[in-house]
């Protein structure tokens, strides 16, 4: 029984927001993950469903990856407890857009620590053991072929959950299912949601059960280009787990000739900041956020850009059509002139003069 207390304190504590603590012991019904991925979204408040254009869209909302401009690769590390431990809180993710075959993704969430007091049933201590929790995610995203007031897309996130403590571990899968709606009428305004465990993943340690429980995520965001290569990010968003309290969220982010972000938010807890840097396809991104319980943490991101941005490759694409058609034209002109030569050169054998003139004047 210890041993299941030390392992819910660290949860409580490093990861789960105070709103997670749900009424009438609903508390650790929600995945251990619910403090998001990347250091953007984090230092944004984790308003991030509706927005988010870089690989944590795996986590935020499996749609939105189609709002991903480029291959993408992502690493994501977290010191949990402001050192007090070892416990690390870890993301790595890839965003593979294409232009006709929709939006892939592929990525792993993991936390853990060790130094975990075990007993035995008597309460006798049994030695140290560790914990860690793993969750590999698969992500596919399309958009759909009817246009109504805009641009609709869909994914979905298969989710499988491994969870070890001692010698004891045990695996479970879980889904989501996430929207995006880009608005026809208001270039740059976005509405998302994402079903998070909307089949949640179960697993056993020993004689106790866990099941992960659904979350509802409904975010609304605006992105407005301010001259050449600036533009201001503002996001608003509601979690609505299904046995905990709800999560209201802000976030906005300013961004400098694509070259210097300014991150501010609030997770429903406590503000969060950041700051990220980016060149030449290479982003650097730092965040800060706080727990009442353990201190403060610092997200620290890289990210690398590993393929061309769709908007080259699509204007590559129309160039390399344009050529092909002036190809073609040209060649049907060079032969509609042959057969008008060949024509009058016919005409001049037989004496036809003025015929073989017109021919020669049609060339």
């Known amino acids: 029984m210890k041993r299941v207390l030390e392992i819910t304190l660290i949860i409580a504590l490093g990861l789960c927001p105070v709103g997670a603590a749900a009424q009438d012991g609903g508390g650790g019904t929600r995945s251990v993950f619910t403090l998001g991925a990347g250091s953007r979204a984090i230092s944004m408040g984790g308003?991030?469903?509706?927005?988010?254009?870089?690989?944590?869209?795996?986590?935020?909302?499996?749609?939105?990856?189609k709002i991903n401009g480029a291959p993408t690769l992502m690493a994501n590390h977290i010191s949990l407890f402001s050192g007090f431990t070892d416990a690390s809180y870890d993301y790595l993710g890839l965003v593979w857009p294409t232009l006709g075959a929709g939006s892939f993704g592929a990525g792993l969430l993991t936390t853990g620590t060790g130094g975990i007091q075990g007993y035995d049933e008597f309460?006798?201590?049994?030695?140290?053991?560790?914990?860690?929790?793993?969750?590999?995610?698969?992500?596919?995203?399309?958009?759909?072929?009817?246009?109504?007031?805009?641009?609709?897309?869909?994914?979905?996130?298969?989710?499988?959950?491994?969870?070890?403590?001692?010698?004891?571990?045990?695996?479970?899968?879980?889904?989501?299912?996430?929207l995006l709606y880009s608005v026809q009428y208001v270039e740059g305004l976005y509405f998302g949601a994402n079903f998070q465990d909307i089949v949640g993943a179960k697993t056993k340690l020993v004689s106790a059960s866990d099941e992960v429980y659904r979350t509802m995520m409904f975010g609304l965001g605006y992105i407005r280009p301010i001259g050449e290569s600036s533009r201001l990010t503002v996001s608003v968003q509601m979690d609505m787990p299904e046995k905990a309290d709800n999560d209201l969220r802000f976030g906005a982010e300013y961004t400098i000739r694509d070259m210097v972000s300014l991150r501010m938010g609030y997770d429903s807890e406590s503000f969060t900041a950041g700051i990220g840097f980016t060149w030449h396809g290479y982003s650097l991104d730092y965040g800060y956020f706080s727990r009442e319980e353990a201190g403060s943490s610092h997200p620290i991101t890289l990210s690398a850009r590993l393929g061309k941005p769709l908007e080259q490759k699509i204007a590559e694409q129309d160039e390399e059509r344009r050529i092909e058609e002036d190809r073609r034209l040209n060649e049907l002109f060079a032969a509609r002139i042959s057969s008008h030569i060949e024509a009058a050169d016919s005409f001049r054998a037989v004496g036809e003069l003025e015929n073989a003139l017109d021919e020669v004047k049609i060339a």
């Open 47 to 65: 308003a991030f469903t509706a927005v988010a254009n870089d690989p944590s869209a795996l986590y935020y909302n499996p749609a939105a990856m």
């Open 123 to 178: 309460s006798r201590p049994t030695g140290e053991l560790s914990y860690r929790e793993s969750q590999g995610i698969v992500s596919y995203a399309f958009n759909v072929p009817w246009r109504l007031g805009g641009t609709w897309s869909v994914g979905t996130s298969i989710k499988v959950l491994h969870q070890k403590v001692g010698e004891y571990s045990d695996t479970g899968t879980g889904l989501d299912l996430g």
